[in-house]
């Protein structure tokens, strides 16, 4: 027994701790996937389609099979039979067109860079010199290009079926009695620019098949998704498939998939007997990690004089790409909740077609559909602030949830549990120097300034922690929600936690210590945390929309709950005193009354290891498995708020100073939470200012690499000011998540700040990435007048390159297209 | 095939490599160097930074044959291993404090960079440090603690 003095560990909860798993990851002992060898392993290749869209012809590996090192060479007709087709887990609509999805193409390519044959080689130099040898015609035909011309009668067609993948609709209210009569209707159209996610580590798969048992080790978000598709895709039991994620560098969504590569492997790996191994270059990896966001926005909003809101009707074209990968179609779906974001109104409508283009596939890309919504809704408010010449903030204000209104259901349905956008907004004001910000502009436009000073605004929700179980059914989701976590006590007192939330970067072993620390009232560094392996961690859900904590970590507290709840039998019986007058402080029982007399965890672990003295019936483990699926979203929230110098004669944008305030509910690391706020802002901006995939009129991607795909370095980037109001979330953590928000709400606040620069020059938008030559030209364009929709031309004919030129009821508005 | 022979983290190797070898394929699959990863295959990323006779160079723009006779260090040779496991670096300890890393996968590259920025500025300003590490892209952090971490080495008085 202990001593009754000892004091519980000092709370975890909010503490800075530095991380645990930097150990490994700051001296180079991490274990990438690319980092594995296996005995005997050989190295796949790919042959990539060089078009957009072709029927194959004839394709020969034989040559190839004959090259130095070249273990076999396959086409996609070697394994028709048995490849199946790439899964789609969110059938949208019943009456959704998914189109079978080869991982090999057999007939057919439907973008650059599909696979159409592998070499498989003793070395990865090999594999690649003898893709050259591999004969392969194609009969090339049209691609399409643009989601605004693809619906079009008499378009080319992607599948047989045609362009349309689905339409889905969302609607809530009296619609046209809101748009009836109202004192102001303001319709825009808004981009939202292809993006690649370009996760730091390029994936790669190591692939074994010894004895009918298969492992895979892949750089993915999802090992246990991954496995459950690889065993509907290829029809191998379920139970004699294990998939690795070992230490994974970033995802941000990309790694949210079932990628050809990883179902080729395995398939290539029992066929010869041998594992085998697939790196991508960067320059692979961008043609062929799926895309993200790649959205044209209508947005009609009606308001009364006042600037309260009355109804918002959006529609959607949203590019799905070439095939409906793992949730393509659902992604721009998750924004349906979200274009309201933090207002009230009377009516809401929602529409998306989702369109097949002969490009990468699109899906989760960090905040998935929230983010594009967002920025569609923030971009409105700001114009609708301008029409009605209104204070930007203050609008907002007049049409927000107020901090006594929750919980709150809002027009598109969801109840937002907690909330006060007024605290976040002041304290962002405050920290920013709004007013004297706002001076400082006016006189500067009097004055003519040729560098204009913005103030652009985001006042942001999300929901995240995804998520119901029941309300993913009744999107037509192919699972559920919920996450898993046990516990195992160890005989001296030392803990090991399984999560079924796979880590790839966002700090678990540290944050889940802490946890666990405060729940068990073990030490901090008592804890090991296991994660990443279906053979260590059996049952989870995985790592994706800001839910490892608001899940993940709830179903840790029931996991606790349980082991507290059996211990507590045990330490009766090595008390000798009744269950019903023990009291638990953290760590320890003792008994009520009586503080002197308790037993710690780690003692009570030690008498169960041992069990020579458990109560009949009492079985010897405290270990615990929980499963918790939550009721509900949660929704973080919080104002961002950018300074940006525009220089007017040379198009630059200077972000002059960033805040972000976030809430996040309760922090269990706030070291942790910053770094997800800093690195979703800088993603953000990058959207703003600096990224898009660009394909040409033939379809070929033009950024295939790092140095036209501008990832955006220190030297692009400002230094950000953070800070945080809390109102606690309806969990029993008071969680939310912080994965998302800095990305979904730093994007409409750089843009917003831009045009808030020019708008005093005539410039309603400017479409992202807002590139000085872009800026310059709608610059020029609203000086020109006239002359100016020339230049628009001229743009229009730039960006065709992505966007085409017959806009199908989505043309940008007149002035708006650069 | 030429024969080379190099120092990596102050062990001695000779090999015969093929003269189209990089020199990052070089540490991670011949001499089991795997700290040290690669990102991109256009120099961009800087994720495979070394220092090859004490200077910054990306390995993956560095042919095995270029560093015939070199002294390489690489992030596993950063530590100043001991007895009791070894030590880290100023900069290894610094990223650690002050979270500037979060998948880690930039780390090793990014370590090594600051590594020779310090080395040619002891002092550098936060705009010093950003231009001086423009050539390693992270895609986690944005940045602000790494420019932290790298200033909280520099007042360690790392480069001495």
Avoid at chain 1, 754 to 775: K, N, W
Avoid at chain 1, 783 to 808: C, F, I, L
Wanted: charged fraction near 20%.
């Amino acid at each position: 027994m202990t001593a009754p003095t000892q004091a519980p560990p000092a709370l975890e909860l909010g503490r800075a701790r530095a991380r645990k798993e930097d150990a490994r990851l700051i001296t180079g002992q991490t274990n990438w996937t690319d980092n594995i060898v296996l005995p005997g392993m050989l190295h796949m290749a790919f042959l990539r389609s060089p078009y957009a869209h072709a029927k194959i012809t004839s394709v020969d590996v034989s040559a190839a099979r004959e090259q130095p090192g070249v273990i076999a060479a396959f086409s996609g007709a070697d394994f028709a039979d048995e490849q199946g087709s790439l899964p789609c887990a969110w059938p949208v609509t019943p009456d959704i067109v998914i189109p079978a999805h080869p991982p090999m193409a057999v007939d057919e390519v439907r973008y650059v860079g599909e696979a159409v044959a592998v070499v498989v080689a003793r070395d990865r130099y090999a594999a690649a010199d003898a893709l050259e040898a591999i004969e392969i015609d194609y009969e090339p035909l049209p691609p399409v290009l643009d989601i605004r011309t693809a619906l079009d009668e008499g378009s080319p067609k992607v599948h047989e079926a045609g362009n349309k993948s689905f339409e889905w609709t969302f609607a809530n209210g009296d619609l046209e009695a809101a748009f009836r009569d109202a004192p102001v209707v303001l319709e825009r159209t808004f981009r939202q620019q292809r993006l690649i996610p370009s996760a730091m580590e390029p994936r790669a798969v190591v692939a074994s098949c010894v004895g009918g048992e298969f492992t895979l080790w892949s750089a993915t978000q999802i090992p246990h998704i991954l496995r459950l598709m690889l065993a509907m895709v290829t029809g191998i039991p379920e139970q004699n498939i294990r998939v690795i994620a070992p230490d994974v560098g970033g995802g941000f969504g990309s790694k949210l998939q079932v990628t050809a590569e990883e179902v080729l492997a395995v398939l290539i790996a029992r066929r010869l007997g041998r594992p085998v191994k697939w790196t991508e270059s960067r320059s692979e990896g961008n043609m062929t990690v799926h895309h993200g966001r790649d959205q044209w926005q209508r947005i009609r909003v009606a308001a009364d004089a006042d600037g309260k809101l009355r109804g918002l009707d959006v529609d959607l074209l949203a590019d799905m790409g070439a095939y409906l990968m793992l949730v393509t179609p659902g992604v721009p779906l998750l924004g349906a909740f979200m274009f309201n974001a933090i207002y009230k109104m009377d009516a809401y409508k929602f529409n998306c077609t989702g369109v097949f283009t002969t490009k990468m596939p699109t899906d989760a890309y960090r905040g998935a559909g929230r983010p594009e919504a967002t920025f569609g809704i923030e971009r409105i408010m700001d114009e609708l602030a301008a029409e009605l010449g209104l204070e930007p903030l203050e609008l907002r204000a007049r049409n927000w949830i107020a901090h006594d209104e929750f919980p709150y259901t809002t027009i598109s349905g969801l109840t937002y549990d907690s909330g006060n956008y007024e605290a976040a907004t002041a304290r962002a004001r405050e920290l920013l120097g709004y007013d004297d910000l706002r001076r400082e502009q006016a006189e500067r436009n009097a004055a003519g300034d040729p560098v204009r000073l913005g103030i652009g605004i985001s006042t942001f929700t999300e929901m995240c922690g995804l998520a119901p179980s029941r309300v993913l059914g009744s999107l037509a989701y192919g699972a559920g929600g919920w996450e898993n976590a046990s516990i195992r006590m160890l005989p001296t007192g030392k803990v090991e936690v399984v999560t079924g939330s796979s880590a790839h970067g966002q700090g678990h072993e540290t944050a889940w210590s802490q946890i666990v620390a405060d729940q068990l009232g073990v030490p901090f560094e008592d804890i090991r945390v296991l994660h990443g392996d279906t053979q260590v961690s059996p049952k989870g859900m995985d790592t994706y929309g800001s839910r490892s904590l608001a899940v993940g970590g709830m179903a840790l507290v029931s996991a606790c709950d349980k082991v507290i709840e059996k211990a507590k039998v045990i330490a009766a019986a090595m008390m000798e005193a009744s269950a019903a007058d023990l009291e638990w402080t953290r760590g320890r029982f003792a008994v009520r009354g009586d503080p002197e007399k308790g037993v710690t965890i780690g003692e009570i672990a030690l008498a169960t290891f041992a069990a020579h003295n458990l109560p009949d019936g009492v079985e010897p483990s405290l270990d615990s498995d929980a499963t918790y699926d939550p009721d509900n979203f949660s929704f973080p929230h919080g104002t961002h708020l950018c300074a940006t110098e525009v220089d007017t004669e040379t198009g630059m944008v200077t972000i002059r100073s960033y805040v972000a305030v976030d809430d996040v509910g309760k922090v269990v690391n706030p070291l942790i939470v910053e770094g997800q706020v800093h690195g979703g802002i800088a993603q953000g901006i990058a959207q703003a200012l600096y990224e898009e995939a660009v394909y040409d009129d033939d379809g070929n991607l033009l950024t295939t690499t790092l140095a036209d795909y501008l990832v955006p370095s220190a030297a692009d980037l400002p230094s950000y000011v953070t800070s945080r109001t809390e109102s606690p979330a309806a969990n029993r953590l008071g969680v939310k998540g912080v994965g998302e928000a800095g990305t979904i709400a730093s994007t409409p606040a750089v843009v917003n700040a831009i045009i808030d620069a020019l708008r005093p020059l005539g410039v309603p938008d400017v479409q992202m990435p807002c590139t000085p030559e872009r800026v310059w030209r709608a610059i020029q364009a609203a000086r020109d007048g006239a002359q100016g929709s020339a230049a628009e031309q001229h743009e229009a004919r730039q960006s065709n390159q992505t966007q085409g030129n017959s806009p199908q009821g989505m043309a940008p508005e007149g002035g708006a297209s650069s | 095939m030429t024969h080379i022979t190099v120092t990596v983290d102050g062990a001695k190797y000779a090999d015969d490599v093929e003269p189209r070898l990089l020199l990052v394929h070089y540490l991670r699959e011949r001499v089991g160097k795997t700290g040290t990863p690669i990102g991109c295959d256009t120099s961009n990323c800087g994720a495979c930074t070394v220092l090859m006779d004490g200077v910054s160079v990306k390995s993956c723009s560095v042919l095995a044959v270029q560093a015939d006779g070199a002294d390489i260090t690489t992030i596993e040779g950063l530590a100043m291993r001991g007895e009791a496991g070894g030590e880290w670096h100023p900069l290894q300890r610094a990223f650690h404090e002050e979270h500037a890393l979060q998948c880690g996968y930039c780390t090793p590259g990014m370590i090594m960079a600051a590594a020779d920025l310090l080395r040619d500025n002891p002092h550098p300003s936060t705009q010093e440090i950003r231009e001086g590490l423009e050539g390693n892209l992270c895609r986690c952090t944005g940045y602000e603690n790494i420019v932290r971490a790298v200033q909280r080495a520099a007042e360690s008085g790392v480069s001495s």
